[in-house]
């Protein structure tokens, strides 16, 4: 079976922010997701704060999820902070499961 965007943000609204009751996907924390032709996946995301304590800990829990979800450890993720993370970022579901209104 081809990996597709979809079955990774399937994966990845499977893993939760430790601090916020959101799962990173809907948190805006996925920038992007690319699939290579030999089925390699990278992964770039941010977090909510440059100082967040939980940095290598929810980096890797992005990681093995995705692993775990695909049967494969051809994943990689890579943590940026340009653009810097900001609110306007969650998506209109997590804006509702947040309780914001738009």
Not at 66 to 81: F, K, Q, T, Y
Request: charged share 20%; glycine share 4%; hydrophobic share 40%.
């Amino acid at each position: 079976m081809a990996i597709s965007d979809q079955n990774v943000v399937e994966i990845l609204k499977t893993v939760y922010d430790p601090e916020i009751p959101l799962n990173v996907y809907d948190l805006g924390l996925i920038y992007s997701i690319d699939i290579a032709p030999d089925s390699s996946v990278r992964i770039t995301m941010s977090l909510t704060t440059a100082g967040c304590p939980m940095a290598k800990t929810l980096t890797q829990t992005v990681r093995d999820a995705v692993c775990a979800g695909i049967s494969s450890d051809r994943v990689s993720v890579d943590l940026v902070w340009d653009p810097q993370w900001n609110p306007a970022m969650i998506s209109p579901e997590g804006r509702v499961a947040l309780g914001m209104t738009r």
